[in-house]
Every structure is written in structure tokens, then in C-alpha cells.
């Protein structure tokens, strides 16, 4: 069974990463994804929404109908879809290249931390990364 990583580990992952793809991203500002991406903006990361079914800029960003077609390098791939959803995401990331692969709070899927862990990935499942940078970075 999977084990998220360290505090430590958490805290180096967040402060090294500068591009993260919020796969599940919604348009919808009430929604969690674009709350969350918003908060991502704020602390500087540069965020690539990853969502088929948007078509106009989202928080200023081109969206992406998937992270293949993202063609700068990807830190973390921050999932805002259900768990069942998670394995190929989690084979997208480690085409992709990306460092990381983080499941939003309340996502859990041990197949896919399985997929991209033995890829390399760090990976973070059940977690949410704007509290995990608030309390590891001292900044929401």
C-alpha cells in the first residue's frame, strides 16, 4: 500500500516545482480545481489546465485536451478527478515526463500510485496541495 511521502519531501517537491497541470480543472470559479489553481497562481506556479471539455482560456491559461499535448516540462500533475479515473492519468504522467503525480484530497487509487511510482514519480494521494503548501511553505 502506498505511503505519501514526507513532510521534507513534500516541502522540497513544492518549492522545485514551477509548472503543474490541474488535470480535472474546471471553468466554474466555485468549484474546488479552479479555486485551488487560483491559490497555485498566486503562489507562482504557472498552472496548464487539463480538461477535453474547455475551450477558452481558463485563469488566463490555454487548456489542454490532455497532458500529452502540454509541450513544456510538467513538475506535478494535480488530479481533480474521481479515483476510477486515476490509472490512465497516472500513464499520461509518466509519458509526460512529470515529476510528480498528486491526488487531491479524497482520491485514492493504490493501481495508479503503483503506475507512477515504479516511473519514478513522487506520489501524493488523499492530500490537498494548497494545504500542504500553506502549512509547508508558510503561504497559501
Known amino acids: ?5 514526507d513532510h521534507d519531501e513534500i516541502r522540497s517537491l513544492l518549492k522545485n516545482a ?4 490541474v488535470v480535472g480543472l474546471s471553468d466554474k470559479p466555485d468549484r ?7 491559490a497555485l497562481q498566486e ?16 485563469l488566463g491559461e490555454k487548456p489542454y485536451a490532455a497532458l500529452a499535448e502540454i509541450e513544456e516540462p510538467i513538475d506535478i500533475v494535480d488530479v481533480f478527478r474521481r479515483s476510477e479515473y486515476c490509472v490512465p492519468i497516472a500513464k499520461d504522467a509518466v509519458a509526460a ?15 495508479a500510485a503503483a503506475i507512477a511510482g515504479d516511473a519514478g ?3 501524493v ?3 490537498c496541495i494548497k494545504v500542504d503548501h500553506a502549512i ?3 503561504r497559501s
Request: aromatic content about 6%; hydrophobic content about 45%.
Open 136 to 138: 509547508l511553505l508558510g
Open 121 to 123: 514519480l513522487t506520489v
Open 1 to 5: 500500500m502506498h505511503q505519501n511521502p
Open 43 to 58: 503562489a507562482g506556479y504557472r498552472i496548464f489546465p487539463v480538461n477535453p471539455v474547455l475551450k477558452e482560456p481558463v
Open 125 to 127: 494521494m488523499d492530500r
Open 97 to 111: 515526463g512529470a515529476k510528480a503525480l498528486w491526488l487531491q484530497q479524497g482520491i485514492v487509487n493504490e493501481e
Open 18 to 21: 514551477k509548472n503543474i497541470a
Open 32 to 38: 474546488t480545481s479552479h479555486m485551488i489553481a487560483r
